[in-house]
């Protein structure tokens, strides 16, 4: 069996706004695209989370669904639930096997969790995964650092410029954005 891969997700968090990008493109092998829409941005948890994922797409449906669980489990708290889910990642044999790697993320938070059992909270506003994530991070990172850009812009236009350098990154995307609607004083 081929190996199935391709995929770049994005995520920039400015001001207010935290978006994710992803693009639609499931590759086989080095030369056949399988699909050039699929979805791998969502949103979950009564549409106050978005998560968006690389790797094997059953796989990441799967861990997406154990991480709403726990969502609803620890009454959507990101960071707790992250930590569950990145610990029962290890811990049981048959979600130990999964392959993918999500970028979660609440009105305030971006994290990237995955099976090794790193959760990363960027530092500088933007982090991206998947086979074009260290194009779309370049790209986010002087998009954020030299415009004023909203976030969702910007994500989408690292995406596109991922989209340019990696034959496993399509410019089928899809940006999900939210909000901080918190204090106003």
Do not use: H
């Not at 995520?11 to 978006?19: G, H, N, P, S, Y």
């Not at 938070?109 to 933007?126: A, H, S």
């Not at 690292?158 to 399509?170: G, H, K, R, V």
């Amino acid at each position: 069996m081929q190996e199935i891969r391709g995929t770049t997700i994005c995520a920039v968090k400015r001001d207010k706004m935290i978006a994710i990008a992803g693009d639609g493109q499931v590759t086989q092998g080095q030369s056949v695209v399988l699909k050039g829409n699929a979805r791998k941005v969502r949103r979950i948890y009564n549409d106050e989370v978005i998560v968006g994922f690389a790797g094997t797409v059953s796989d990441a449906f799967t861990l997406t669904e154990k991480f709403e669980q726990m969502l609803q489990k620890y009454s959507g708290n990101l960071m707790r639930s992250a930590v569950e889910l990145a610990q029962l990642w290890r811990s049981d044999k048959m979600v130990r096997q999964l392959e993918a790697t999500m970028l979660v993320a609440s009105s305030k938070t971006i994290l990237l969790v995955d099976g090794t059992g790193n959760i990363v909270e960027p530092e500088c506003g933007t982090i991206a995964i998947g086979s074009g994530g260290n194009y779309a991070f370049a790209a986010a990172r002087a998009l954020l650092n030299e415009t004023d850009l909203s976030a969702d812009v910007i994500a989408r236009k690292a995406l596109e410029i991922a989209s340019d350098i990696c034959i496993y990154t399509n410019k089928n995307i899809i940006v999900e954005s939210i909000m901080d609607e918190g204090d106003n004083l």
